[in-house]
């Protein structure tokens, strides 16, 4: 047996880390575009790895923004002295966590004989960048933070340059990030008075250079007011080691109160990448702050570290075992599942996704029909591979197995894009979708043909989120007998969960230890009338409905039911008769951040274990 050891660190998925694609770059190469190297013929496809929060996101930590600006540079492989293209802005087309970026007037293209290149890419983008050096100042942080988070991407493909594939952009954080949440004596979020935090002493000005991807000249100190929205401020500093001169003044009422950061954390670094949270305490009685070093909160990019948990632990993901009659194909950051697929030899395959790689397969493309079982397997680390699906993947011929494990699997959003979308007739054995991130795709598993057969369809410890109205699993026609939703979570489903929209059979559907929010928007598990199917429906939490007009269904036109030990919050509104018991809090008093994609809670020992708040401590 050969065994690939998966480490992750433990999943926040309000990060996902949660783990998501971005900065797709669509271009066309023409003489009149091409002004700084006319001798340009290919066009170029650009990736940014990412999770639910692992690009320039907007000021609640959410998605790209519309007009959003990234800069981009071309050179000759391993010579930034040579340059095809210096400083190329592209744009944001629409505000989504995965946008499509668009030339302002040039684009950029392969040179037409073939010669490698590398990339360079920054956010935000400015004109003021001169003979790579990028200018930094952040004096004034109170109309945006996101405008002064410097993020760094390069390209080089281990040093061999590129001649045709689309690039792979992974941004990283280059300065540090301090948030600072108020609160009052008796815990209460406390809100300072407008523009009533200051950061004192701090450097505000230096350069970057983003040929070799270093910070130097850190000078002039200055106050800097950060951005603040409800008992909330947070600025992006440079690196620096807290000292005496380092405060914070805050004004509540009009009556300022002073913390001095050396107090208790003389010394502490502040380091490129890692974001610092801090609970200020405000003690109006004794007009002093306390203040306290906490998890961090904020939103990132290649996700913030966490400045305030270094010695946080590690916990590995467990070990997953390919068999030893599989044939092993381990792809590159940035190389095609379908390309490998086409170079196998033995009808067991495992594609193996190298951790935090990016892989992007634009269009809908066919497993071959040689090849009867196939797992693709994300290795471990600190985060997992990102698989962007433009299109989808199909089967050529009846399978075994389908099996995808620690993958963050995400499309161009919720109108197109599947995992898989099977529209010939095939059997397959087994499909299974194990510690997996899947986001902004139409839906998931679609079968549309008559005769075509799924035996088993599994979705475990898993979380699916903007899934459009092809939902989590349809069958248009066909049959999938058996189907396992179990420790998973799932939120923000246009459409319905599993569809038996048509079938020829009835499915057997079990959901258990999940935990559902605003969504879906129809029944979790609907089944066409002249058919039917059961539903077993055990220890899951319901939260918010996708439509509050319309409500939460858990299942419809099923032949048989059975639930046990669910809850719901109680807040939600239910379409038909409501499944559990209610639990007595609403979502936002249940879940710590559901909005965000974070359900932990520690109130009920029901949902997804991943959120139980004695699961995350362990």
């Known amino acids: 047996m050969i065994l690939y050891k998966i480490h992750t660190m433990r999943i926040l998925y309000k990060f996902l880390a949660c783990f998501l694609f971005t900065g797709l770059l669509f271009v066309s190469c023409n003489e009149q575009n091409d002004v700084q190297n006319p001798d340009q013929t290919g066009e170029i496809t650009f ?37 095809h293209y210096s400083n190329i802005p592209y744009t944001a087309e629409s505000s989504a966590q995965a946008t499509v970026f668009k030339p302002e007037a040039t684009t950029i293209c392969y040179p037409e004989e073939e010669s490698p290149a590398d990339f360079i890419a920054y956010y935000p983008y400015t004109a003021q960048v001169a003979d790579w050096i990028y200018p930094i100042d952040l004096t004034d942080q109170s109309a945006s933070l996101v405008a002064h988070d410097l993020m760094y991407a390069t390209a080089d493909n281990d040093g061999n340059g590129f001649t045709s594939e689309s690039i792979s952009l992974g941004f990283t954080h280059q300065l540090s990030k301090l948030i600072l949440n108020l609160v009052d004596e008796q815990g209460d979020a406390l809100v300072p008075d407008p523009d009533g ?52 003044i805050i004004r509540v009422d009009g009556h300022p109160y002073l913390w001095e950061m050396s107090k208790n954390y003389s010394g502490l670094e502040m380091k490129a990448g ?23 909160d904020g939103s990132s990019i290649t996700p913030w570290g966490d400045g305030g948990a270094d010695n946080k632990e590690e916990v590995p993901v467990e070990d997953i075992e390919i068999p030893a009659d599989y044939e092993i194909i381990t792809l590159p950051s940035g190389g095609s599942i379908y390309s490998g697929l086409a170079s196998a030899t033995a009808p067991k395959v495992a594609i193996v996704l190298a951790e935090g790689g990016s892989y992007a397969e634009n269009s809908t493309f066919s497993i071959p029909a040689s090849v009867t079982s196939l797992m693709i397997v994300g290795e471990g680390g600190t985060s997992a591979p990102s698989v962007y699906f433009g299109g989808s993947m199909v089967a050529t011929e009846d399978m075994d197995l389908i099996h995808i494990y620690n993958l963050d699997l995400n499309g161009p959003g919720t109108g197109s894009g599947y995992f898989m979308n099977q529209a010939s007739l095939v059997n397959i054995g087994q499909v299974v979708i194990e510690r997996c991130a899947i986001h ?25 989120y903007q899934i459009g109205n092809y939902n989590l699993l349809t069958i248009d026609a066909g049959s999938v007998y058996e189907i396992e939703l179990s420790q998973s979570t799932f939120y923000n489903l246009e459409g319905r969960g599993v569809y038996a929209n048509n079938p020829t059979d009835a499915s057997t559907v079990t959901i258990d230890q999940c935990t559902f929010n605003q969504g879906p928007f129809y029944a979790i598990a609907q089944f066409k009338d002249a058919v039917g199917g059961s539903i077993t429906f055990t220890n899951n939490i319901v939260g918010l409905p996708y439509d509050t007009t319309r409500g939460v269904s858990v299942w419809s036109n099923a032949t048989t039911t059975s639930a046990s030990g669910n809850y719901y919050v109680s807040d939600t509104s239910w379409q038909s008769t409501a499944v559990g018991e209610n639990c007595g809090y609403t979502a936002a008093q249940l879940f710590a951040d559901p909005d965000n994609g974070d359900f932990t809670q520690s109130r009920l020992t029901a949902g997804d274990p991943r959120w139980y708040s004695s699961q995350k401590s362990q």
């Open 274 to 296: 890692y974001s610092y949270t801090f609970k200020l305490t405000v003690r109006t009685s004794e007009s002093e702050i306390e203040a306290v070093l906490v998890d961090y």
């Open 440 to 464: 902004d795709i139409r839906g998931v598993v679609r079968l549309q043909t008559a005769a075509s057969t799924i035996r088993s369809y599994q979705i475990t410890n898993s979380i699916i």
């Open 197 to 248: 935090v200051t950061i004192r002493e701090m450097n505000t000005t230096a350069r970057f250079d983003l040929s070799t991807g270093t910070l130097s000249d850190a000078a002039t100190t200055a106050d800097i007011t950060p951005y603040q929205h409800g008992n909330s401020s947070e600025a992006i500093l440079l690196p620096c080691s807290i000292g005496a001169e380092h405060q914070v």
């Open 47 to 83: 990736v940014s790895a990412v999770s639910k929060h692992a690009t320039r996101l907007n000021q609640d930590g959410g998605q790209w923004m519309a007009g959003d600006q990234i800069g981009i540079y071309m050179t000759a492989s391993g010579q930034t002295a040579a340059i």
